[in-house]
């Protein structure tokens, strides 16, 4: 009954934003702005800081009835968006991710439109800045760039070299030299870094249970994933959820499931 009532009021606010003719903006200014933070361009940011874009809500979702809720959710997006950019573009997931997480934090703490836009354009221009300086130490090869890619597409499957390999039309073991000399770090190691900082986020911000996690993140058993994620932060699943989960997050339980930590 409870989703009958749901697909009504859906109905009835689609009616009513196709009356006032509401239109959400065009994804390419946004994302044009996010590719300026990830590549340094300081001019652009710091142009579109000065503009206000960040509280000019036409023409965007409205996710809270009440005006600085909405925007500390629009904040969210940005922060989550801009780490996805950063990352492809270089910087570590840990770092790029211990940023959002700090800006967010502050986001959060915030009691004003104001406020928050001053540090909607902190963080902004801090990440670029950062990002400009990983830009002119590092400079990935187009094979990098695309494995990158590749991974990031295809994080909850179970990915081997052989198959990035295969990808990318070169051999296993140029593939291995090369991302090890560009990235500091094997494949493998990559992709389990990156799952788990994937896994990180669903145990810190859902009910998601442990080995629906392991699945999602194609791990042979879930043993296998406690035992990597274990290794990588210090802490097993359980333990880094009791830790750092986030009771004013909405929760996300498995339809039919009920509620569990392992």
């Not at 044009?32 to 960040?54: H, P, Q, S, W």
């Not at 097993?236 to 009771?247: A, E, S, V, W, Y």
Request: aromatic share 10%; proline share 2%; charged share 25%.
């Amino acid at each position: 009954m409870g989703s009958i009532d749901l697909n009504r009021e859906w109905l009835a606010a689609e009616f009513v934003n196709q009356e006032m003719a509401t239109r959400h903006r065009g994804l390419e200014p946004e994302f044009d702005f996010y590719d300026a933070i990830a590549t340094g361009n300081l001019e652009a940011v710091k142009e579109n800081c000065k503009k206000k874009m960040f509280v000019d809500m036409n023409g965007v979702g409205k996710l809270s009835r009440d005006p600085l809720r909405n925007m500390k959710y629009h904040f969210v997006v940005t922060a989550a968006m801009i780490v996805r950019y950063c990352v492809h573009n270089g910087m570590t997931q840990e770092k790029a991710y211990s940023l959002s997480d700090f800006y967010i934090l502050k986001a959060d703490e915030t009691m004003g439109i104001e406020e928050l836009n001053r540090i909607h354009d902190e963080m902004c221009i801090d990440i670029c800045s950062q990002m400009k300086e990983i830009r002119k130490q590092q400079i990935l090869s187009k094979p990098i760039v695309l494995c990158i890619d590749y991974i990031y597409s295809h994080i909850h499957y179970r990915i081997t070299i052989e198959e990035l390999a295969e990808h990318l039309d070169i051999s296993t073991s140029y593939l291995s030299r090369l991302f090890k000399k560009e990235m500091g770090i094997h494949v493998s190691e990559y992709i389990n870094e990156l799952k788990i900082e994937q896994a990180k986020n669903m145990l810190q911000y859902s009910d998601l249970k442990i080995i629906d996690i392991a699945n999602y993140l194609s791990y042979s058993s879930q043993s296998h994933f406690i035992q990597v994620f274990q290794k990588i932060t210090g802490l097993t699943p359980h333990k880094f959820r009791q830790k750092n989960f986030r009771n004013t997050w909405n929760k996300m339980p498995v339809p039919g499931e009920s509620v569990s930590n392992e």
